[in-house]
């Protein structure tokens, strides 16, 4: 893909959609916080991208979502980081497949 600019905070209206992947772009900016009105996602793929900011914390409470969002430049994390995650910094791979089913 060939996608560039920000994810719009509109992305939180698409509430049916499942399965998100933006990934290999050269999307910019922060991730929008109404990304987590997506409640039935099950895939986010944001890795290798140009974001930053800080990570929605809300994206943790997600039952079953397989995250990925390395190769970022993602500053800070609000909240609590699952340890799963296991997140040593931000400069590494950051990625996160719960286990738990739908």
């Not at 509430?15 to 409640?39: A, D, K, M, W």
């Not at 609590?80 to 739908?102: C, D, F, G, T, V």
């Amino acid at each position: 893909n060939q996608l560039n600019g920000s994810i719009l905070p509109e992305i939180g209206q698409l509430t049916e959609l499942r399965v998100l992947f933006l990934n290999e772009n050269q999307l910019s900016g922060s991730i929008p916080s109404e990304i987590c009105h997506l409640t039935w996602l099950r895939k986010l793929f944001l890795n290798q991208n140009q974001l930053c900011g800080i990570i929605p914390p809300e994206i943790c409470q997600f039952s079953s979502l397989e995250f990925n969002a390395g190769e970022n430049y993602f500053m800070d994390y609000e909240g609590n980081i699952p340890e799963s995650w296991e997140m040593e910094n931000y400069n590494k791979p950051l990625y996160h497949k719960n286990a738990r089913s739908a």
